[in-house]
Structure formats: C-alpha cells, structure tokens
Nanobody, 123 residues
Framework: QVYLVESGGGLVQAGGSLRLSCAVS????????MGWFRQAPGEERLFVAG????????HYAHSVEGRFTISRDNAKNTVYLQMNDLKPEDTAVYYC????????????????WGQGTQVTVSS
C-alpha cells in the first residue's frame, strides 16, 4: 500500500508563489509516476502535471506550462509542485497521485491518491 500526504497549500496573492509537497510512504517514490491534479468547486478534477518514474519525462497542462514545475526528491520520498505567477483561476484543491504506469491525464490512470490541499489565489 502506498500513502500520499499533501501539504503546502494556503492563501496567496495573484503573482505569488507556493510550493506543494507530497510525502510518499509505503514504497519508494522512484517506483512511481507521480501526478498533480486540481479540482475547483463544482468542477471536475483536472490534470496539472506529471513526472515519469524515470524522471526522463514530465508533462504539464497547457494552463500551467511555464509557471509550474514538478520535481522529486528521492532521499525525502517526496514530490513537489512549485507554482509561480499564481492566478485566481489556479484556486482549487490540489491532489497528488501515483501510478506504476506512464504519465496519464485521467483520474482512472492513477492508483493512489492523497487527501488534497487547498490553494486559494486572491486577486
């Protein structure tokens, strides 16, 4: 069993930055392709960023490309999402997810999920 715990969310002004963390327990984070999703109120959960287990490939949603960066620290068994130049439309609950497969953009492609962390961007 793999457990994911997100942290680092909060309230930030537009243009600001936040770094989300996803602590992985149960298995080495290097064993998994990791993804970040987000869900705004009343909307579906959407893919934000993914990092292949080999770290050879990363992939971003068009809406965050150039502003967000996904990374991994094997020693800390943690995945990060660095979010810069935040916009009010980035406001959502952010979820970390893990899969043994390739980087997918659909929820069903991920086996394990965290509980989410709230990010609120004020204008």
């Amino acid at each position: 069993q793999v457990y994911l715990v997100e942290s680092g969310g909060g309230l930030v002004q537009a243009g600001g930055s936040l770094r989300l963390s996803c602590a992985v327990s149960g298995r080495p984070v290097s064993s998994y392709t990791m993804g970040w999703f987000r869900q705004a109120p009343g909307e579906e959960r959407l893919f934000v960023a993914g990092l292949h287990w080999s770290r050879a490939t990363s992939h971003y949603a068009h809406s965050v490309e150039g502003r967000f960066t996904i990374s991994r620290d094997n020693a800390k068994n943690t995945v990060y999402l660095q979010m810069n130049d935040l916009k009010p439309e980035d406001t959502a609950v952010y979820y970390c997810a893990a899969t043994s497969d390739y980087i997918g953009e659909r929820e069903r492609e991920y086996e394990y999920w965290g509980q989410g962390t709230q990010v609120t961007v004020s204008s």
